[in-house]
T-cell receptor
Framework: AQKITQTQPGMFVQEKEAVTLDCTYD???????LFWYKQPSSGEMIFLIY??????QNATEGRYSLNFQKARKSANLVISASQLGDSAMYFC??????????????FGKGTTLSVSS | NAGVTQTPKFRVLKTGQSMTLLCAQD?????MYWYRQDPGMGLRLIHY???????AKGEVPDGYNVSRLKKQNFLLGLESAAPSQTSVYFC???????????????FGDGTRLSIL
């Protein structure tokens, strides 16, 4: 079974609109972390936002927020007021466990976001 | 602000050739990782290291070897390149893991490797 599921291969949105990118995860650990990364067409991986499993409030970073629903095991990324520069591939990732072996990230397959004017 | 630097950025190899990819980080991170990215597959962990002189296998380690002789460097070797190893390779680094701590991995720009 996939640990990280991103069900939307592609999303289309107009400038200034908000968009939600879906991510569900599967883990039996109590302590884990959830990350979102952006990969523009130039190829680099850019860290956007982090949510810890014990965090009671949803994480926010500027125009990015993470809608964390622990019981549903979902960690959706919300981008407010989309900009043309937001067009990119977005990856949801999880780090699970409390030992050193759990430090690596497990990635979803990604969602391509296209923002039009 | 160098961060994580990967060399080379592009390389074409013939089947059976060997090569080494170099990753260097200047953030004094304890942990380093090698991933590969294939179309439709996301990123998958090849090997990782939690400190100088230590390495461990990830999800897809076959055909690769790694070494971490210095804290700032993490080398990925292909012993005998195969077409199935055609991919984009990413190196990443992070601080030591803390429970519920925000230690994002910082990525290099990737190495695009083609095996003919």
């Amino acid at each position: 079974a996939q640990k990280i599921t991103q069900t939307q291969p592609g999303m289309f949105v107009q400038e200034k609109e908000a968009v939600t990118l879906d991510c569900t995860y599967d883990t039996s650990d109590q302590s884990y972390g959830l990350f979102w990364y952006k990969q523009p067409s130039s190829g680099e991986m850019i860290f956007l936002i982090y949510q810890g499993s014990y965090d009671e409030q949803n994480a926010t970073e500027g125009r990015y927020s993470l809608n964390f629903q622990k019981a549903r095991k979902s960690a959706n990324l919300v981008i407010s007021a989309s900009q043309l520069g937001d067009s990119a591939m977005y990856f949801c990732a999880m780090r699970e466990g409390v030992n050193q072996a759990g430090t690596a990230l497990i990635f979803g397959k990604g969602t391509t976001l296209s923002v039009s004017s | 602000n160098a961060g994580v630097t990967q060399t080379p950025k592009f390389r074409v190899l013939k089947t059976g050739q060997s090569m080494t990819l170099l990753c260097a980080q200047d953030m004094n991170h304890e942990y380093m990782y090698w991933y590969r990215q294939d179309p439709g597959m996301g990123l998958r962990l090849i090997h990782y290291s939690v400190g100088e002189g230590t390495t461990a296998k990830g999800e897809v380690p076959d055909g690769y070897n790694v070494s971490r002789l210095k804290k700032q460097n993490f080398l990925l070797g292909l012993e005998s390149a195969a077409p199935s190893q055609t991919s984009v390779y990413f190196c990443a680094s992070s601080y030591q893991y803390r429970v519920n701590g925000n230690q994002p991995q910082h990525f290099g720009d990737g190495t695009r490797l083609s095996i003919l």
